[in-house]
């Protein structure tokens, strides 16, 4: 796929198909168990007490429908965008261009909230300042930057590395708590009644978002048809899993009742392994946003590139590097807006939870839209064809419960919607 300006027979000038079942695995990991596993536990706990392991299990199963939804769109047709691509497929230049919007605001406003959040945990461990954790973050981010600007491989290496160390600290941290487990904790069940249920459900929801970013890379699968199917059932299996045993020692050891319940995973290895603990989780945070980050940055750049080509973003980002092979332009573009909102949030001190949920609404939203697209396109028999279904329920039953803040996300579609119809009347 040629870049405006490049050679359209060019085979430099193309993104290159060199993903596996291993990179892809690695990447679906990396970007659904971020700083969900930090943050979100603990958030949730706090909301719902005990009765957050339901919701941690509702979304758990529901996780299945969105993977299997994206997975069948990309393999489908396998081209760089994801969502973006679904979207104008099913409905046209206007709804793809409010859903390349609903995506930008996504990453523009997750990555800071994340990479703050790494900040957070070094507080936790080390005596630094607020200035620190913004160096922090901004390092985090001209790192994940750097090393996709060297090509996909690269990225993919990085991610495989990177998710081994990941689920084996989990599942020692899981297996080193549970000695501190006690029952008590999870009695009553429902603390707070299901209402809470439903704010707990708001915010794991961010846990679970990242299974749509690996078919934004679909356009550089080895074989989609193939891999996509094997690396969705590994990685849901793997997520739920790992998700529903963290939100377990949690709550069972109380670990949430300290710190806001932003640490809540500093705590427990605190408690397990002693002082030394909490320096470990926090370098292990940094880690695994830095992982976060780089997944993100990866599928991201290739949703604007996309964008870029059909003209819902400026063209000048569509270009590719011939070299590497990589969207460079729209990973600089997306360097600066990142940037720019970290430090927005720095000034502001944007505080976690309304981070975390603000980003979300603009992230359902785009669920709500591929679900729909998923709806349109696939045309599948017998039981299968619920399952996309399935995904825009789940979407728009969460979506109340990102309260207030879900008038930031609803603003920016009615934005680029407007931006898709003004580009229209003006072709």
Known sequence: MAADGDDPGSERSSLRKVITVRHAVAIYLASVLGAGILVVPGLAARAAGAGSLLAWLLLAVASYPFAYTFSRLSARNPESGGIYSFAREAFGERVSTMTAWLFVAWVVLGAPAVTLAAGSYLAFALPISGPEIFVVASGIIVAAFGINLLGIRLSGNVQVAIVVCMVSVLVLAVITSIPHVMTSNFVPILPGGVPSVGV???LIFWSFLGYENVSNV??????PKRDFGRSVTLSV???????????FTVVG???YRMGGGVTPFAEMMSNALGSYGGVAVSLFAVGVIFSTVNAYTAGMARVVYAAAKEGSLPRALASVDERRGVPR???????AMIMLSLTAFYALQVNLQS???TTSGAAILTYVVGSVAGIRLLGEKGARRI???VSLGVSLAVLPFIGPLVVVSLAVAAAGLLFGVARHLGD
């Open 355 to 357: 981070a975390f949920l």
């Open 200 to 202: 707990a459900s708001a």
């Open 387 to 389: 399952i996309p279904w």
């Open 253 to 255: 050891t109380g670990a």
């Open 237 to 247: 299996l793997l997520i739920g899993a790992l998700y529903l045993a963290i939100a």
């Open 329 to 335: 332009r729209a990973l600089a573009a997306l360097f």
């Open 218 to 223: 679909a356009e550089e699968f080895e074989d």
